[in-house]
Every structure is written in C-alpha cells, then in structure tokens.
C-alpha cells in the first residue's frame, strides 16, 4: 500500500458530487433535491468516503455532507449565525465567551464539510488571525490571567501544518497562566493520516496537559484506520473526548446513540456532549426538537453506564456556557 500523506488526501477530497455518488455506487437519481450548487461546497476525504456504504443513499455518514435543497428552505428561527459569534470577537480570531478560557481560530478550513456546520456562514477570512495577528493574540492573553485554557478551534485546527501549530504552541508555553490547550478537531476522524509523528512530538513535548475533543456522530465513523492513531495519541498522553450533534436521520435513534457511546469506549474515548443543532440556516431538516432529544436521552441513561451517556446540551448567543438540558429526572 502507497502510503499518502494527510494533505495530499485532503487535496485529492472530492468536490464534485457526481464523483462522490459515482464512487459510493449511487446515482444522482438515487438521491431526490441534490443541490449541485451550493454556496457551501460539497467537501470530503476518500478516507472517509470509504466508510461509507456502497449504494445506500440513507447511509449516515452520506447524509452528513450531501447538499440538498433543503438547505435553501427558509426557516423560521434558524439564521446565518445563530450564537451571534461575530459579538464575541474582542480581536480578529478570538473568542471570550468563557470566563476562564479563550477560543482561537488557527485556520478557517475544514477537511471535510458538514452539511449542518453552525459555522457554515461564518466569515472565516477575516476572522482568522493568521501568524500575524498571533502577537496581539498572546498580548491579549498576558493581560487575561484568568485565562487557564486556550482552545483551538476552526474551521479545523489540525488543518494548518505542523510547523506552524508547533510555533504557535512554543510561544504559548511563554504564557504562564495558561496551563491547559484543547484542541476541537474533526481531521483525525476524517483523515487518520493526519495524526503525523511530528503531531505527536508536539503533544509529548509541550509543558500543556492536551485534551482533543474529537468530532463523530455515528458509529460508523470508527473503523480500522483510526486504530493506531488514536493508540498513538493516548500514548502521548492527550485525554480524548467526543462531541456529536443529534442529527435527525443520522443519530437520533437509540441504536445509533448507544453503538457510538461504545464504539468510542472501544477506542479508548470518552463521549462528552450530544449538542442539541445549532440553528443555522440551512440545517433545519437536521433538527431534532427538544422534547424528543430528551426522551432520546432518557432511554439511553436506561441502557448505558453513566460514564458512556454524553450530556445534552445547546448554546445560546450571550450565554457564557454550554447549557445542559434538563432531562426531568
Ligand atoms: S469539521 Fe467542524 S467546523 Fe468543519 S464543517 Fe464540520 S462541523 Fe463545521
């Protein structure tokens, strides 16, 4: 087998849905209101394609990144940015919801593109500070000290270089009151390849306790490939987390929930949140309304160990924290 590196297989991602389809054994007649022109545009890694199974048009993983029609509904309450994120940036790239933590975009780009992406809309160009803006970036974090944790987000942080994430994480180490960095990534899942030895020396040198938040909505994500590298990634010492979004047609079953909490343990990982969807336009057929998510939520405390059921949460614009739903028990 020829070994392809991470950014190769992310350049030779499909784009185009007619090579998707082609390649997963599905015509577009098998898909009823494809919308081959999106404004957000079709995105995936062959290493994730190969997941994903040959002539199902209903297959979880397919309908995660499927344009639609749908997408172009306009839906009452769902809008292009829908925790007013735009409000929160006191500089380029960063956020400060959270008292005691910080979100920074490293890169706007994802590997892949989820068709329910809160993020969908959000203007990642000018808001990613880019090597240049790093400096106010730590200026800004030196006059923070209640800042504990940084935490890498995107887009995907795991899509710039290693070079680049390990420059950024040396000049971090310098600020002191910041001893946790977590990193909220879906290209692991994605793309295994992406987690390099460089990547790897980074987490085993760093003075930083790691936690990865990885992002995996279906049991199906999880096959052979990510094996060795999340071994790899423990053996580093990085905590690894999950957080999915209940996703109607994908994950909102009890079967789904409950194969995903044990396929992560099987791998070593730890489900965190069930995200109640953010309501972006263009994601309405992906919602799950509340009352449903609960009973979800309630049958799969019946069947899984407690240290296997997510917390269901939502977000809320000018909220300072994930908010957990009730479950009436
Ligand atoms: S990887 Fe994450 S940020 Fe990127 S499109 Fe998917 S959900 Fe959105």
Redesign the pocket.
């Known amino acids: 087998m020829v070994f392809t590196s991470w950014q190769q297989q992310w350049q030779e991602s499909f784009k185009k849905l007619d090579n998707l389809l082609a390649y997963v054994n599905l015509s577009p007649d098998d898909v009823p209101s494809l919308d081959q022109n999106s404004d957000f545009p079709l995105r995936v890694p062959r290493a994730f394609a190969d997941r994903i199974e040959k002539g199902n048009p209903g297959d979880p993983l397919l309908k995660q990144i499927l344009p639609l029609s749908q997408e172009l509904d306009n839906v009452t309450g769902f809008m292009k940015d829908p925790l007013a994120e735009n409000e929160a940036n006191p500089l380029t790239g960063l956020l400060h919801k959270y008292k005691s933590r910080v979100l920074l975009t490293l890169s706007g780009a994802?590997?892949?593109?989820?068709r329910?992406?809160?993020?969908?809309h959000f203007p990642y160009n000018e808001n990613n500070p880019g090597t240049k803006g790093w400096e106010s970036v730590f200026e800004y974090l030196k006059n923070h000290a209640e800042v504990k944790e940084v935490i890498l987000s995107?887009?995907?942080p795991l899509a710039v270089d290693d070079s680049l994430l390990e420059n950024f994480v040396k000049r971090l180490e310098n600020i002191s009151s910041v001893k946790y960095l977590r990193i909220h990534t879906?290209l692991p899942v994605v793309i295994p390849a992406r987690v390099t030895e460089d990547l790897l020396n980074i987490f085993l040198t760093t003075r930083f306790k790691v936690t990865m938040v990885l992002?995996s909505n279906h049991a199906n994500e999880w096959d052979g490939s990510l094996l060795l590298p999340i071994k790899q990634l423990k053996e580093v010492g990085v905590t690894l987390l999950n957080q999915a979004v209940l996703l109607q047609g994908v994950n909102d079953d009890l079967s789904s929930q409950v194969d995903l909490s044990y396929r992560l343990f099987d791998f070593g990982i730890l489900p965190y949140y069930l995200h109640l969807l953010d309501k972006v336009s263009g994601a309405a057929h992906f919602d799950v309304i509340k009352p449903i998510a609960i009973q979800l939520m309630r049958e799969m405390i019946e069947v899984l160990p407690g240290y296997l059921v997510p917390k269901l949460v939502y977000e809320a614009p000018h909220r300072s924290s994930k908010i957990p739903v009730d479950l009436g028990l």
């Open positions: 994802c590997a892949v593109h989820c329910y992406c809160f993020r969908r995107g887009g995907d879906r992002h």
